[in-house]
């Protein structure tokens, strides 16, 4: 019975961590149609590698399948990850500084050339 217990008290808490590390950091700009509009979950460390990659990739003249929209897209995942870490990481008088300058990027260039 202990186990049991132990093991629902985990899994609430488990459950509870990833809801309160969903929560987005900026409010969703609705001007934005939802199948444009760029998600916070996005800005992955994962997603900026891949979109170095394939940046390095065309640059390098390596690969050669993609659309004009692309590079722009894929530079705003970069972008979008760098501006989201600093505001996650940042502490005492900057933490404000770096949490605006991303929810300015949320507002302004969260969204994909399409």
Not at 14 to 26: K, N, S, Y
Not at 42 to 50: G, L, P, S, V, W
Not at 75 to 102: C, P, T
Request: hydrophobic share 45%; aromatic share 12%; with cysteine.
């Amino acid at each position: 019975m202990v186990v049991y217990l132990k093991l629902a008290l985990t899994v609430i808490l488990m459950i509870f961590a990833a809801q309160v590390a969903a929560e987005d950091l900026c409010p969703i700009n609705e001007d934005i149609e939802p199948d444009m509009r760029m998600t916070e979950s996005h800005f992955t460390k994962e997603n900026a590698e891949a979109a170095a990659d394939k940046i390095k990739a065309i640059v390098s003249g390596v690969d050669k399948k993609y659309e004009w929209f692309t590079v722009p897209n894929n530079l705003k995942v970069i972008e979008g990850f760098i501006l989201k870490r600093d505001a996650m990481n940042a502490k005492g008088e900057m933490q404000s500084y770096h949490k605006e300058q991303f929810c300015e990027f949320m507002k302004n260039k969260a969204w994909w050339y399409d």
